[in-house]
């Protein structure tokens, strides 16, 4: 049996009841679908999909990193009150260069950092040393326990320091009494409570540092310490002479970024001092008193304010680091 040639445009079915006729192509549609394949055609030649996936994280640095600080820098020169918002040029900058607690906790911010960050790394690099010597099995262990720290929650780790602090059940103080020495209110005394917070951050932030100092100490080559071996070297100098120069830009990233970190101090200051003990308080630092001003005084403008001044000291400080450690030898 033949059932002849069926066409797009004249088609009969095998029991020749019905027939199907196929709808003419819509010029209109077949202009639309050429153009969107043209678009693609361009995009993928122009690599403009990179400008697509990089879009949300180019929207979300816009609006939540420069428009927070273009708004900053506009409130720092405000009064802001129940919405409403009255300009008052300098007035709040005015304030803070005569304003004593200010400058008591810019004090504390800066004597917290430069302890902080120089110990950190420190005692990082003598830890890397140390760990990088030994076998893989061991190295892994040692960094795993080192950075266990880092991956806690600041609020958590000021909380096991404080009871390692407590004046009458503190871990510290029983193993102090065993060598014979007198109690001591770590948190509770201006003497002690900056110096106790300082002890806290460098030994439960050293984890971040090994594992970028090992990892750099890999990328060195083994020819510069066979050299200076064959020149008679021992241990010390070929770790002085020959590890911390080739790990200076890795040292430059560590103390640039726990600069920027410290200035900001405010978790443990919250947690464990509430800024005190005392007046102008031992431990409070200018992150603390900018927390106070916007959220206890209701003083967003002098917040702004103390904000600019911050970020002003901390673009300072990294623009010297970059200016006296930089270095074109990387490993």
């Known amino acids: 049996m033949t059932y002849g040639k069926l066409t797009n445009y004249d088609t009969t079915s095998m029991h020749g009841s019905n027939r199907a006729v196929a709808r003419p192509p819509d010029p209109r549609e077949n202009r639309l679908k050429a153009h969107f394949r043209k678009a693609r055609r361009e995009i993928a030649r122009s690599n403009k999909w990179a400008y697509v996936f990089i879009a949300p994280l180019l929207i979300d640095f816009i609006v939540f990193t420069v428009y927070m600080i273009g708004r900053v820098l506009a409130m720092s020169f405000q009064d802001v009150n129940y919405g409403t918002s009255t ?96 109690p001591v209110n770590w948190l509770g005394n201006p003497s002690y409570a900056l110096g106790a917070i300082i002890v806290m951050s460098v030994l439960g932030g050293v984890g971040v540092s090994v594992v970028f100092i090992t990892a750099a100490m890999g990328g060195i080559p083994h020819t510069l310490y066979d050299a200076a071996r064959i020149d008679g070297a021992g241990e010390w100098v070929r770790f002085w002479r020959v590890t911390v120069p080739l790990l200076r830009p890795t040292l430059l990233y560590l103390s640039v970024v726990g600069f920027i970190g410290n200035f900001q101090v405010f978790e443990q200051i919250y947690v464990m001092t509430q800024g005190g003990p005392g007046y102008p308080g031992a431990t409070e630092t200018v992150g603390y008193l900018i927390y106070s001003a916007a959220f206890t005084s209701m003083n967003l403008g002098r917040a702004a304010a103390e904000s600019v001044v911050l970020f002003l000291a901390i673009l300072i400080f990294s623009v010297l680091q970059f200016r006296m450690f930089a270095s074109e030898t990387e490993f």
């Open 87 to 182: 300009w008052v040029g300098l007035k709040h900058y005015d304030f803070i260069l005569h304003d004593a607690q200010f400058w008591n906790a810019m004090q504390n911010t800066l004597v917290y950092t430069l302890a902080t960050v120089p110990l950190g790394i420190l005692l990082a690099l003598a830890l890397s040393e140390l760990i990088y010597r030994r076998s893989t099995r061991i190295q892994v262990f040692y960094k795993s326990a080192y950075y266990l720290p880092s991956v806690v929650s600041t609020v958590v780790l000021s909380i096991v320091w404080m009871w390692i602090y407590q004046p009458f059940n503190g871990i510290l103080n029983y193993f102090g009494e065993l060598l014979g020495a007198a």
